[in-house]
């Protein structure tokens, strides 16, 4: 009984990853890891009505007081922007500003709308500094499904 409770509650939360990703041309930091809650498995499944955590944990190579989160969904080849608010250090996605040298958590989420098609695709996160130069970028696998 406690058994089929705890695998129920598995399900419903799910695990956090740490996944395998691509860089994508970071400039400004070195991505330690990147994290998606929940992701069982990899290409992780994002579900439809549901948020999913993101988590990069990089290395600043640079200063920035500003910060900007710019996302994409690449669809056969395509990269169609995906609507997340920008500003990292208003919405407390990282602690600004960012110092040279120091190891910086930046945490966020995306809502998986049920309008999103089940489709596959790749989500290409940019987080950008002062002159528009990407602190980290990189590119992970998913899943949309319901
Ligand atoms: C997703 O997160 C936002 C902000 O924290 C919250 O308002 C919303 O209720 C969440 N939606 C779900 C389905 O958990
Ligand atoms: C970065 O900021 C730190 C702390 O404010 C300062 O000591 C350092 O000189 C700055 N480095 C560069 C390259 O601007």
Redesign the pocket.
Known sequence: MIKIIIIATLCVFGYAKTVTFKDCGSVGGTINSVTVDPCDAEPCVLHH???ISMGINFAAKENTTTAKTVVHGIIGGVPVPFPVPADCCANHNLECPVVAGTTVQYNN?V?CSPDYPKIRLAVKWEVQDDNGKDLFCFIVPVSIAD
């Open positions: 009505g549901t948020n989420y809502y």
